[in-house]
Nanobody, 118 residues
């Protein structure tokens, strides 16, 4: 069974940067389809970014141009580099994985709190 272990996150001032990582254990990242989501207090979970099987990366409009998703298959890890952070980026960030190109994500990381102060 795939396990996703997240690291990174923390408290940063507006305009600052953070990098989240998501490492897949008991699974090979190159065989997984991953996605990133976030959930702010009192809000629904929302999509942040995804690396498609075509190699293209889709970002939510709210983070486009500020966040960068990358993957290191050798380290079985994906990274979400977050720059120019805004207070509205404050949320718990999750990585998720599935084996199929479509469908529900079956595996979720434990979440990483990102707090951006104004």
């Amino acid at each position: 069974q795939v396990q996703l272990v997240q690291s990174g996150g923390g408290l940063v001032q507006a305009g600052g940067s953070l990098t989240l990582s998501c490492t897949a254990s008991r699974g090979t990242l190159s065989t997984l389809f991953m996605g990133w989501f976030r959930q702010a207090p009192g809000k629904e979970r929302e999509f942040v970014a995804v690396l498609r099987w075509t190699g293209t990366i889709d970002y939510a409009d709210s983070v486009k141009g500020r966040f960068t998703l990358s993957r290191d298959n050798g380290k079985n890890t994906e990274y979400l580099q977050m720059n120019s952070l805004k207070p509205e980026d404050t949320a718990v960030y999750y990585c998720a994985a599935r084996y199929g190109m479509t469908g529900e994500y079956s595996y979720w990381g434990q979440g990483a709190q990102v707090t951006v102060s104004s």
